[in-house]
C-alpha cells in the first residue's frame, strides 16, 4: 500500500478521522481523488483531500447527491406554507394528469412510490441535462407500478417533476431557488447550473476501474434495459450504458444546467455546508430549516425492498434515510449518496454533518468507504461532545 499525501485540516479531536481518510485513499492508491468535509453544530471539524489534481476548492459531478439540494428547495417551501405535499401533482400542474397519473402526489414523487421512474425508449443525453425537456416527456407516461403500493427509485426523473411543482407555485425552477435562498446567503461551494467561470474547477468523473472478471460479473448482476431498473437508469435508452450514467456530470449542457436529479456540481465542503446551513446555520447565519420542518422531512417514509436499488435504499421526504444505513446516527438523521461515491448528511441529534466526493467513481455504484468514514466522524464527534460536558 503506498504512502498517500493528504492534504486540508482537522480540529483538535479528529486526528482519527484523518488517518482513516488516509487508509481510505491509500487503498486504492490515491486513484480515487476524494474529498472529505464534516461540520459539528455549525463548526467545520474537517476539511480533506487526496489525489492526483485535487484540492480542497475542486469541483466534481454529484450525481443523485444533488437530490438533496433539490429537495432542501421543496423542505424550505413546505415550511413556507406554499406546497402541501399531500395535493396531486396535477394540482399544481394539471397536464401531469394525463395516462393515469392524475392522483399521484407530490409525496409519492419525494419517496420515489409515484410509479414514474422513467419513459419508454429512455432519454438521450441532451434530454437528460434539462429537466424542462424530460417533464414533457413525462406528460404521456403511465406509471410503472401502481402509485403509492411500492418504492422504486426515479433516478434522472424526480425533481423534474417538483421542479414544475416549485415552478407552478414560485414563477421560478428549483435552480434559481436554491441559488437566491441557499447557495448565496450561505456562500455554499455546491451549484446547481455551474457558470462557465467555474469550468477551470472542475474535475472529470472517472471510470471505475475493474478487472475484466469484475466487469463480467457486474454485467451479469445487472438489470435488463427494459426492468423497472433499467428504465430508471436509462438503460433502455438506444445505446447507454452505465458508463454513460457516470459521465452524465461531465456534459458541459449537463453542469450548466444543474438538473435537479443528477447535475450538481460540488465540493465535499460545500456538501457538508450545506446541510450544516440547513439544520444549525454556519458563520453566525440562523439555520435554513426549523425543527418542525426537519421532523416532517427526516420521517422515514420508505423502507425494505427498493424497485430499483434493492434493500439499501429507504427513504425520508425527497432525501435517503440515513439512519437506516447508518444506524449510529439519529433517527432523523437525512441526506443522498450519488452514483459515483459521493454521499452527504446532516445528524440533527448530534448536530454531525458530512460530505464526501471522489473523482474517480466507485465500481459497480458502490462506495462502501462512506459508512467507515461516517462512523469516523460520529465517533470523534460523540468523544469531543463527552469531553467538553465532562
Known amino acids: 500500500m503506498n504512502t498517500i499525501e493528504v492534504g486540508g485540516t482537522v480540529a483538535a479531536g479528529f486526528e482519527d478521522v484523518r488517518a482513516e481518510f488516509a487508509a481510505v485513499v491509500a487503498e486504492e492508491d490515491g486513484e480515487s481523488g476524494a ?3 464534516a461540520f459539528v453544530c455549525g463548526r467545520k471539524v474537517v476539511d480533506l483531500w487526496a489525489g492526483q489534481e485535487i484540492s480542497g476548492t475542486t469541483l466534481t459531478g454529484l450525481h443523485s447527491t444533488t437530490k438533496g439540494a433539490g429537495a432542501l428547495v421543496a423542505a424550505l417551501l413546505i415550511q413556507d406554507g406554499a406546497l402541501d405535499v399531500d395535493q396531486p401533482v396535477a394540482h399544481y400542474w394539471p397536464r401531469f394528469a394525463a395516462a393515469g397519473k392524475e392522483r399521484i402526489t407530490v409525496r409519492d414523487v419525494l419517496v420515489h412510490r409515484s410509479g414514474i421512474v422513467g419513459v419508454d425508449g429512455g432519454f438521450t443525453v441532451a434530454e437528460l441535462a434539462d429537466e424542462r425537456v424530460i417533464a414533457e416527456r413525462l406528460i404521456g407516461q403511465r406509471p410503472y407500478f401502481e402509485p403509492g403500493t ?29 441559488e437566491q435562498r441557499i447557495r448565496i446567503p450561505y456562500d455554499l461551494d455546491i451549484y446547481l447550473g455551474l457558470p462557465a467561470e467555474f469550468d477551470h474547477r472542475y474535475r472529470p468523473i ?9 466487469d463480467a460479473a457486474f454485467a451479469a448482476n445487472s438489470p435488463s434495459s427494459h426492468s423497472v431498473a433499467g428504465i430508471s437508469y436509462n438503460l433502455n435508452a438506444r445505446g447507454f450504458t452505465a458508463a454513460d450514467v457516470m459521465a452524465l456530470p461531465n456534459d458541459t449542457a449537463v453542469r450548466r444546467l444543474g438538473q435537479g436529479s443528477v447535475g450538481g456540481v460540488g465540493s465535499a465542503h460545500g456538501i457538508a455546508a450545506m446541510y450544516a446551513a440547513a439544520i444549525t446555520g454556519i458563520d453566525d447565519r440562523e439555520p435554513l430549516l426549523s425543527l418542525d420542518t426537519i421532523a416532517i422531512i427526516s420521517a422515514i417514509h420508505s423502507s425494505g425492498a427498493d424497485l430499483v436499488r434493492g434493500d439499501r435504499a429507504p427513504y425520508a421526504l425527497g432525501f435517503e434515510a440515513k439512519a437506516l444505513l447508518y444506524p449510529f446516527l439519529g433517527a432523523h438523521a437525512f441526506g443522498h449518496t450519488g452514483s459515483a461515491g459521493s454521499d452527504g448528511f446532516a445528524d440533527p ?10 473523482r474517480r467513481a466507485a465500481f459497480a455504484f458502490n462506495a462502501p ?11 470523534a464527534a460523540t468523544a469531543a461532545r463527552i469531553a467538553v460536558s465532562a
Open 150 to 178: 411500492v418504492h422504486g427509485y426515479g433516478g434522472f426523473v424526480t425533481h423534474a417533476i417538483v421542479g414544475e411543482v416549485v415552478r407552478a407555485i414560485t414563477g421560478t425552477g428549483i435552480q434559481q431557488l436554491f
Open 35 to 37: 474529498q472529505l468535509a
Open 349 to 358: 441529534h448530534s448536530g454531525l454533518t458530512y460530505g464526501y466526493t471522489r
Open 369 to 379: 468507504e462512506n459508512a467507515r468514514l461516517a462512523a469516523a466522524l460520529h465517533r
Open 206 to 214: 472517472l471510470p471505475w476501474r475493474a478487472t475484466p472478471e469484475m
